[in-house]
């Protein structure tokens, strides 16, 4: 590039760009052709296949006795993001290629759902590796055949947006974790969740992880779990929208039980610790505002919260805790006037010793460079 | 006490010197200040570990939790024996006080005043000559009541903070982190004055031993506390010492 001048490079630029252009708008007038043809020309196998599976009475009985409805709604289908993609039935049904399809061999519906979700894998590899690690899988793993699949979350033939509205990923997870989801949508978070369509309070996955979800009873999810509360809580922006402090993980960092958890979290994280996290004080998933009379931190309850570690504690033992509050004068007027005084006494005494011992110094030095020249 | 005159033979190279020493600290008051260095040593490791547990040093010290359980243990431990040895301290030179029999050298007064700013002009070359101290200069009487006084912070606010449960029986609340914050910046403040200002005085300006062995040698008497030196010769003027004449050497 050295050799040609400033105009030729820049003519060579405008060029390219003009090109770029060009070929990105063919592209963009070409797409909609291109997915107008796919919606006509494909899909051709599922009208096939629901010329059978259309029929709402269509059904056959597993080894076990069940009986498998195998009627598909073609409304459904047709709305799901797969057919609107294009993908036809073979590409999950792979071993179904002609009429009569071959014998099913499964005994229950639940084998069935167990087996035919691999097909997932085929696409959606990472996805699936991810839910390998997750306590689903360690479940299942153990014996519990109802331990949830891709597709009892995100439907087999009906497959949809997860997050339209925000609330399905919830009400997903609602459908089997019931009593956890009735404290969710009464909690502060699940209830603006559902009330008012809220985009910034946590589904269920925010915290727990989507695929790779991790058991919430093990001490690392304890131990760690301020930083998820940390994630949107110690985000200065979003708090100042909703009036609360920013500062409160910060604190919590600072005060007894924070620094306590910050040993095990650094040195022990696989090791159980007795000290308090958010969720301790505030609830988990029945988490309220902490001016709400119901909630565990509110003045009323907080003895009680604090009595579940400290069951002796009497009724000045929560004034022992600042609450995730700076000291100031007007909320905490011990800690203050603790504070002021050392600000000033610690400088005092540091800076006395070092100039009194430095000048005696000095002053020993030139004693004996005097008594030497002499 | 007072600084009492002792005469000593000290075998030197081929002849006999005599030596005059000056008892400066019993044996009580030695054992004392043993306890309360190893103690507030020992306190001191084991505290700064706990203060910083955010910091990666401490955690490689804090290695596991039992080993946090130890070390917490190890600093109530030297806490009772330095809670011990300070209301010895205080109930025994009370009663020797009361008794009379302490003269109250210890106290500061109005020498003392004058006696820093002389250092003061001392240092900043106004004046050619320290002053002249008695048995304890106003430095000493500093660092003595410095330490005092901040054990005795660092002894109460640590008692509220190893049991917040029953002292909030009786106190409000906020004494806990108070006394937290107290103890905790309170430590480092004696720390710093600890490594700052007695390691010089007692080691880097001249080594005095006197906390160990109890006694000063009349050179040092002469040189530090030339008022008590002098108070003490004349006190002696009448007595003199049976050795005191130079004996040859056999």
Known sequence: ?374 | MNHELKVEKQQAGNGVRIEKTFDRFTLGQRWEHLLVLVSVGVLILTGLPQKYRGAEWSQQILSTPERLDSIRQVHHFAAIILLLVGLYHVGHNLYLLLKRSLPADIFPDRDDFRDAWGMIKYLLFFSREKPSYWKYNFEQKFTYWFIFITLAVMGVTGIIIWFPIPVTQLLPGAVIPASKLAHSTEAIVLTVFILIWHVYHVHLERLNLSIFNGRLSETEMRENHALEYERILKENENIPGPQEKEIEAG
């Open chain 1, 1 to 374: 590039m050295e050799m040609f001048d400033g105009l030729k490079t820049r003519k060579f630029k405008i060029t390219a760009t003009a090109f770029a252009l060009l070929i990105a708008g063919i592209l963009l007038l070409a797409l909609p052709v291109g997915i107008a043809e796919a919606e006509q020309k494909k899909q051709e196998t599922e009208h096939y296949c629901l010329s059978c599976h259309g029929d709402p009475d269509l059904n056959m009985e597993l080894a076990d006795g069940e009986t498998l409805s195998l009627y598909i709604s073609p409304g459904t289908m047709e709305s799901s993001v797969h057919s609107q993609a294009g993908i036809e039935c073979e590409a999950c049904h792979t071993e179904i290629k002609s009429y009569p399809h071959p014998e099913i061999e499964y005994r229950n519906k639940r084998e069935l759902s167990r087996s035919y979700y691999l097909a997932c894998r085929k696409c959606h590899s990472a996805n699936y590796e991810k839910t390998l690690d997750s306590i689903h899988a360690d479940v299942a793993e153990a014996g519990d055949m109802d331990s949830p699949v891709c597709t009892d979350c995100h439907g087999a033939h009906s497959v949809q947006a997860l997050d339209q509205p925000r609330s399905v990923v919830s009400t997903t997870c609602g459908s089997c974790h019931e009593k956890v989801f009735d404290q969710y949508s009464d909690s502060v978070h699940g209830g603006a969740l559902m009330d008012e369509d809220n985009q910034d309070v946590p589904l269920c996955t925010n915290c727990h992880g989507v695929h790779n979800i991790s058991d919430p009873g093990s001490p690392q999810f304890h131990t760690s779990s301020p930083d998820l509360c940390a994630g949107c809580h110690a985000d200065t922006e979003l708090m100042e929208k909703y009036g609360l402090s920013s500062n409160v993980y910060d604190l919590y960092e600072l005060s007894w039980h924070g620094v306590d958890v910050a040993v095990y979290k650094a040195m022990w994280p696989t090791i159980r610790h007795e000290s308090a996290v958010c969720t301790d004080c505030h609830g988990i998933h029945n988490m309220l505002s902490a001016q709400d009379p119901n909630s565990m931190v509110h003045p009323d309850n907080l003895l009680n919260t604090c009595q579940k570690c400290h069951p002796d504690a009497g009724p000045n033992w929560t004034s022992a805790w600042t609450g995730h509050h700076e000291i100031s004068f007007e909320r905490t007027p011990y800690l203050f006037y603790v504070e002021q005084f050392y600000l000033t006494f610690s400088r005092l005494v540091l800076w006395l010793s070092i100039a009194y011992v430095g000048l005696q110094l000095l002053r020993s030095i030139v004693n004996r460079a005097r008594r030497v020249s002499q």
